[in-house]
């Protein structure tokens, strides 16, 4: 099951960007801009992990905070406090409150996803396999292997994180541009038929013989892999 993640920040640029990232990694995502308002949310539904501010309207992140740590129903909850305070004191504080994470802006998307990651492993590790598997296919993240029915299958790393991409999500269709983003990254720029070419050798490596093929392109749309594959009608 995909893990649900509430962004509570009142700079719109901020949450669209997170929001983008946090979706392109196969998260659910949702938002609030204000502290009272995330209150209600989370006393009717809590995420698997919140990304706080520190300074909001209506109730400050730490209030926030210190609230969710009083609930039974969020005390354990993963808490990372994003700040412009970057002074050891406000660090302290913020952690003391309950945070489990302290994250200083401006900071680096990459660096965010892998705390993230991090503490939902520690969290909730069945929503943060080590392996991922559909089928007689199966992709270990932390050795950087994959094989199908036993026999295993070379790739090279950029196929590697394109599968690794498209199995976090079985069914949903992403364009080239996305794939581009998630797998390439938005700073490096390549042509998106290039998207075509790796996934031509994503497939050659893949399927072997007449094994049945886990990518499905969607004409007019860009590729997914394929939710039905390994599964009988």
């Known amino acids: 099951m995909t893990a649900r993640i509430l962004i509570v920040e009142d700079e719109e640029p901020l949450t669209l960007l997170l929001r983008y990232n946090l979706e392109a990694e196969g998260y659910e995502v949702e938002t609030s801009a204000r502290g009272d308002e995330a209150e209600i949310r989370l006393k009717e539904s809590p995420p698997?992990?919140?990304?706080?501010?520190?300074?909001?309207?209506?109730?400050?992140?730490?209030?926030?905070?210190?609230?969710?740590?009083?609930?039974?129903?969020?005390?354990?909850?993963?808490?990372?406090?994003?700040?412009?305070?970057?002074?050891?004191?406000?660090?302290?504080?913020?952690?003391?409150?309950?945070?489990?994470?302290?994250i200083v802006k401006p900071f680096s998307v990459p660096e965010l996803?892998?705390?993230?990651?991090?503490?939902?492993r520690r969290a909730r590790p069945e929503r943060v396999a080590s392996v991922l598997g559909a089928g007689d296919l199966e992709l270990n993240r932390?050795?950087?292997?994959?094989?199908r029915a036993g026999r295993e299958v070379h790739l090279g790393p950029t196929e590697f994180r394109l599968l690794e991409f498209?199995?976090?999500?079985?069914?949903?269709?992403?364009?080239?541009?996305?794939?581009?983003?998630?797998?390439?990254?938005?700073?490096?720029?390549?042509?998106?038929?290039?998207?075509?070419?790796?996934?031509?050798?994503?497939?050659?490596?893949?399927?072997?013989?007449r094994a049945s093929d886990p990518i499905r392109t969607v004409r007019g749309a860009g590729y997914s892999f394929d939710e039905r594959f390994g599964k009988t009608a």
């Open 166 to 209: 498209l199995m976090q999500s079985p069914g949903r269709v992403y364009t080239r541009e996305q794939l581009l983003d998630g797998v390439w990254g938005r700073e490096i720029y390549i042509d998106e038929r290039t998207v075509d070419v790796h996934v031509g050798r994503l497939r050659r490596a893949l399927n072997r013989g």
């Open 142 to 147: 932390e050795k950087k292997r994959v094989s």
């Open 113 to 120: 996803l892998a705390r993230i990651r991090s503490l939902l």
């Open 48 to 102: 698997d992990l919140l990304v706080l501010d520190w300074m909001l309207p209506g109730m400050s992140g730490i209030e926030l905070c210190r609230r969710l740590r009083a609930r039974a129903a969020t005390e354990r909850m993963p808490i990372i406090m994003l700040t412009a305070r970057g002074e050891e004191s406000e660090r302290v504080r913020g952690l003391s409150t309950g945070a489990d994470d302290y």
